[in-house]
T-cell receptor, first 116, second 117 residues
Framework: AQTVTQSQPEMSVQEAETVTLSCTYDTSESDYYLFWYKQPPSRQMILVIRQEAYKQQNATENRFSVNFQKAAKSFSLKISDSQLGDAAMYFCAYKGYGGSNYKLTFGKGTLLTVNP | DVKVTQSSRYLVKRTGEKVFLECVQDMDHENMFWYRQDPGLGLRLIYFSYDVKMKEKGDIPEGYSVSREKKERFSLILESASTNQTSMYLC????????????????FGPGTRLTVT
């Protein structure tokens, strides 16, 4: 079974600085998807960024980027120019490839605090 | 935009009561999911459904059942609520079809905070 590990239960960053959240996963599959979700204090979980394992290029969405290291099974999230609105719980998630793979496997989350 | 709604934001029930949590999505998604979220445990899958009237157990189905009579609606049922079911419940939906949020990412509702006393 796949597992997702987020080793940092809490992180903090100063506004305008850069922070990196760590995620490692365990799988025997060669094709899969990885996601970072954000859950602000209002609770609505939203997708931040996704990465297809077959793509070597790291995904980027504005101030959010990932460092995907397939061999190391590592998928970290970098937030540049941190803003107060980035404060949230961040979850890393894994999904196997293929139409019959419905499930997402989540890590336990990292609580990010942004200090003004 | 995909919209997933849940019937209640907060719910307080007594031990032994039958509890219904409802979820509705408006994007014609085939797949729907129920998770519970507890501090330090992340999200754990209770049940999911990949089609109307189809359901599969997730990682923690004990004490729960589900119903999916219509494509857009997925209900979670606590047959006899217990205090250890006090939690945040999140519903999500996804589509296997490219172009509909492609790549299978899940879209979440706002959550229901259930307290069982």
């Amino acid at each position: 079974a796949q597992t997702v590990t987020q080793s940092q239960p809490e992180m903090s960053v100063q506004e305008a600085e850069t922070v990196t959240l760590s995620c490692t996963y365990d799988t025997s599959e060669s094709d899969y998807y990885l996601f970072w979700y954000k859950q602000p204090p209002s609770r609505q979980m939203i997708l931040v960024i996704r990465q297809e394992a077959y793509k070597q290029q790291n995904a980027t969405e504005n101030r959010f980027s990932v460092n995907f290291q397939k061999a190391a099974k590592s998928f970290s999230l970098k937030i540049s120019d941190s803003q107060l609105g980035d404060a949230a719980m961040y979850f890393c998630a894994y999904k196997g490839y293929g139409g019959s793979n419905y499930k997402l496997t989540f890590g336990k989350g990292t609580l990010l605090t942004v200090n003004p | 935009d995909v919209k997933v709604t849940q019937s209640s934001r907060y719910l307080v029930k007594r031990t032994g009561e039958k509890v219904f949590l409802e979820c509705v999505q408006d994007m014609d998604h085939e797949n729907m999911f129920w998770y519970r979220q507890d501090p330090g445990l992340g999200l754990r899958l209770i049940y999911f459904s990949y089609d109307v009237k189809m359901k599969e157990k997730g990682d923690i189905p004990e004490g729960y059942s589900v119903s999916r009579e219509k494509k857009e609606r997925f209900s979670l049922i606590l047959e006899s609520a217990s205090t250890n079911q006090t939690s945040m419940y999140l519903c999500a939906s996804s589509s296997p079809r490219p172009g509909q949020g492609g790549n299978y990412e899940q879209y979440f509702g706002p959550g229901t905070r259930l307290t069982v006393t």
